[in-house]
């Protein structure tokens, strides 16, 4: 025993002296069968002490290992891993594992087969396996327990990690600890506590490794990827060559390509390249593709590799060798291409068809023209021309084109319209405020319980702001704006990470009733409206950029194509991919993705003033053109890599001379899906009695009011019809709807019951910061004596508490019934809410009944 506790504490000090390696090159490993004992010595032959290893092999089916001494065994199926000791984990140079080479019992008699060590072969014959990657990830099961052990193999600390995996269907992952779990149906993510985030060098996430429950014993997760690589550290398999490349038709300047497709490896297929020579011609998701430009009477090479979504390419094709053809050999045309009709459309897209044109020397294709821009080229009698805007009406002509590149003429014109946005019915868009959790604890939870998100189709949540020194999209700070509304520094650097997703929601708090343990990487606000679209699928969340204080940096995101593309970019990048800064150990890469549909721009107000402080810049009404077809284009690009369209949407005003100074309605409506129109706010009293303070007014009649005294006379009706007027489809405009009131108090009679009469200064608010505001149900419930009138004429509703009292402007039930039935009337796409936390259900089911 003395002799034995000796070697143990030499082998400690081994250990506690050796050299970490990060290859284990050189081990190797000698099995032995006495019997059912089954042993493994391993070896190191190499100058250098050797720690870390583990030894896989197969075994027959049925056979299984069991009763380890000096180390752990696990098996899944034929599979088995022998994890050593502690205590034999390093290997001297020169030396092995005896007297402690691990040992275990096989239920039969057998040879194991495919031995690696390290990844290597046990015998150390073949090439050398290639270094580990940084993290790799190890799973164990025991019944229901499933455990996964993160080792960091490299010489330095990673901080951050999330292990991604597949379950047969029906199986759930839950109960995590030290770590959480999210699903969506078999993909489960497992995120680390803030406390195993950081893994040291050469160390592992023991003894806090994360830990969950499986909803049915002895699963085994597949698909495993730690940071979107393999767990096991093996690199991801490439695709197969795409086979049988050829050439269906050519021309003077073009070479059409087809192949068979390619075999997926370890990850999904993304597309294919198609090459010239050694030049990259193209990139396409199908298993065809044309290359254009070429010179007449030439040969060229062309070869294709596949890619997965990691960019990994696989091996070249067979390489083709084409000759484009002498135009010098066919001067004839082809016939004009008759018939074209539209087979069908949808909110971003027109499909046509045509009958096909004849040519002596044979058709090779048609060019689809959308007015004078070429929209597509194809080699068959129908096209889906994409990339189109909303409830818009496009004209086409195809033109054919034959193998030596004469071109007919243009076929008879077709107009066609895409379809709207929300299909046949009505859009209901709601604005939800992300302080809302706060003072007025409206969660998104309140959205499902009150019934709203049943019946909204869209939801911006509000707001995002812009980074003054980099001007690109801000996240991942929380800092507050300062008190003073005047302050033109008021929102510089400001947002609210904590509420967007740093945040634990309670229980009562969420939304499927379960609470974030507060290791989640996503929590908040952008958690809870995850689970808000997994309960109502149709319903999509756009996040909105700006607001009142958050627009004083548009003007320079705006004011040059690169500041335009770099702001677009990294909106769409934080929000619809989902790339989230790190914040409170939340966040990181992908963290958000999924969450948000579509972008709604609120820049109040191009070439106009705003906010205190805000920047205006001579050109913003051309570039707010410019900003929002970068929004188009680029969110279209995404689409060709996703297969999702992504909504483009403006809070734009009601004021004609702020519509003049920033807004060309009719270009930007190319690109545009919604303009939400300001319909409220038309009159009002600020929180520092600025604005209104000394008369009552509406805030947002539908019609103008015959006793208005303003020289200049606001109404919902007037505010539309700029928008038509200026050419928008009636379909993509929605009108503005508040869901709070606007107060006065010290307000005369004057026989009018308080309407358009003189006042003191802005009501109580229902928050102390927030004098002249209330929130519909708090008005109705809390400014008492306060009685409701409907003013006819102009479609308006106020309360009036008497004579030197309180007067409020606001929308009813009764007023928002009227304003459907006139939106209805003018075919207009539906209603917007700012915003929801004003309601607990009267108001949004008087906006769904007017619209059904």
């Known amino acids: 025993m003395r002799r034995a506790a000796a070697l143990l504490s030499a082998l400690l000090l081994l250990i506690t002296m050796a050299v970490p390696a990060h290859a284990a090159t050189g081990l190797t490993a000698v099995f032995s069968l006495n019997g059912n004992q089954g042993k493994f010595v391993v070896s190191n032959p190499s100058s250098s002490a050797i720690t870390g290893w583990s030894i896989q092999f197969e075994l027959p089916s049925g056979v299984t290992a069991s009763n380890p001494q000096n180390a752990t065994i696990s098996q899944s199926g034929t599979k088995v891993k022998l994890t050593p000791a502690f205590y034999i984990n390093t290997v001297r140079a020169g030396g092995n594992t005896e007297p402690f080479s691990p040992t275990f019992t096989l239920s039969s008699a057998v040879q194991p087969t495919s031995c690696t060590i390290n990844r290597a072969n046990c015998d150390g014959s073949g090439d050398p396996p ?22 960091n193999n490299s010489a330095t ?25 999210s699903q969506s149906g078999t993909k489960v993510t497992l995120s680390p506590a803030y406390y195993n985030t950081t893994i040291g060098a050469n160390r592992s996430t023991e003894p806090y490794s994360p830990t969950f429950t499986l909803s049915r014993s002895g699963v085994e997760p597949t698909n495993c990827r730690v940071n979107d690589v393999q767990c096991d550290g093996a690199p991801d398999t490439p695709p197969s060559a795409p086979g049988n490349l050829s050439s269906p038709v050519k021309t003077t300047k073009s070479v059409s390509l087809k192949w068979d497709a390619s075999t997926p490896g370890t990850l999904p297929l993304a597309g294919y390249e198609v090459y010239n020579g050694g030049d990259l011609a193209t990139t396409v998701t199908e298993t065809s593709a044309t290359v254009t430009g070429l010179t007449p009477k030439t040969e ?15 091996p070249a094709s067979a390489a083709l060798k084409v000759t484009t053809n002498d135009p010098a050999d066919d001067t004839q045309p082809p016939t004009v291409p008759t018939g074209l009709r539209s087979t069908g459309a949808d909110a971003s897209s027109v499909s046509l068809a045509w009958n096909a044109s004849t040519d002596n020397k044979g058709v090779a294709g048609y060019d689809v023209y959308e007015g004078s821009r070429l929209a597509t080229s ?156 997994a309960k109502h699928p149709k319903l999509k969340v756009l996040i909105s950029i700006g607001g009142w204080t958050y627009s004083k940096y548009f003007s320079d995101v705006a004011a040059t194509d690169a500041s335009r593309k770099k702001f677009v970019s990294s909106c769409i990048d934080m929000y619809i991919k989902g790339n989230l800064p790190t914040y409170n150990a939340a966040g990181g890469p992908g963290s958000a993705a999924g969450i948000f549909d579509g ?31 970068e929004f188009r284009k680029q969110l279209d690009e995404l689409t060709k890599e996703t297969g999702q369209r992504y909504d483009l949407t403006a809070f734009t005003p009601a004021d004609p001379a702020k519509i003049e100074a920033g807004w060309d309605l009719r270009e930007v409506a190319k690109y545009m899906d919604i303009f939400n129109v300001q319909g409220y ?37 007037d505010a539309v019809q700029t928008y038509l007027d200026a050419g928008v489809n009636p379909r993509k405009i929605t009108i503005g709807l508040a869901f709070y009131g606007r107060g006065w ?86 209603a917007m809410i700012w915003e929801m936390s004003g309601d607990t259900g009267t108001l949004m089911s008087a906006v769904d009944n007017g619209l059904k």
């Not at 600390?157 to 959480?180: C, D, K, R, Y």
């Not at 706010?681 to 005294?709: I, K």
Request: aromatic share 10%.
């Open 681 to 717: 706010d038309f009159h009002g009293s600020g929180s520092d009695n600025s604005w209104e303070p000394n008369r009552t007014g509406h805030a947002g009649n539908l019609y103008t009011d015959v006793d208005d005294p303003y020289s200049f006379h606001f109404s919902v009706e």
């Open 745 to 830: 108090q010290g307000v005369a009679d004057g026989g009018k019951s308080g309407e358009w009469q003189s006042a003191t200064g802005a009501a109580p608010g229902q928050f102390a910061e927030e004098a002249g505001t209330r929130g519909y149900s708090n008005l109705v419930a809390s400014v008492p004596g306060c009685t409701v009138k409907h003013d006819e004429q102009a479609v308006a509703t106020y309360c009036y508490t008497g004579n030197g009292g309180q007067w409020w402007s606001f929308d009813d039930t009764w007023s928002i019934g009227k304003k459907m039935a006139w939106l209805r009337d003018k075919n207009l796409l539906g």
């Open 130 to 151: 290639p270094p580990p990657a940084p993290l790799t990830a190890e799973f164990t099961g025991n019944g229901t327990q499933g455990k996964f052990v993160v080792s």
């Open 300 to 314: 060229y090479t062309f070869t294709v590799k596949a890619k997965d979504r990691k960019g990994n390419l696989s």
């Open 599 to 629: 972008i709604d721009l609120d820049w109040e107000w191009p070439g106009a003033e705003g906010h205190a402080g805000n920047h205006i810049g001579p050109n913003d009404k051309e570039n707010n053109t410019l900003l929002i077809a």
């Open 378 to 533: 194809v080699t068959g009698t129908s096209a889906k021309v994409t990339g189109l805007s909303p409830s818009t009406e496009y004209t086409f002509t195809v033109r054919a084109r034959d193998q030596y590149d004469n071109v007919s003429a243009a076929g008879t014109p077709l107009k066609a319209k895409t379809a709207d946005i929300v299909g046949s019915g009505y859009a209901r868009v709601g604005y939800f405020v992300q302080w809302g959790i706060y003072g007025r604890q409206y969660f998104v939870k309140n959205l499902d319980t009150t019934g709203a998100a049943a019946k909204l189709t869209h939801l911006n949540y509000a707001f995002a702001n812009i980074d003054p020194v980099n001007l690109t999209c801000l996240n991942g700070v929380t800092k507050g704006t300062s008190s003073d509304p005047q302050d033109p520094n008021q929102g510089d650097g400001a947002g609210d990470a904590d509420a967007d997703y740093g945040r634990p929601m309670s229980s009562a708090q969420s939304v499927d009733g379960v609470a974030d343990t507060g290791w989640e990487k996503l929590r908040g606000n952008f958690n809870q409206l995850k689970k808000l679209k």
């Open 157 to 181: 600390a990673l901080n951050g990690w999330t292990i991604t995996f597949e379950l047969p269907s029906g199986v759930t992952a839950s109960n995590a600890q030290n770590g959480s779990v």
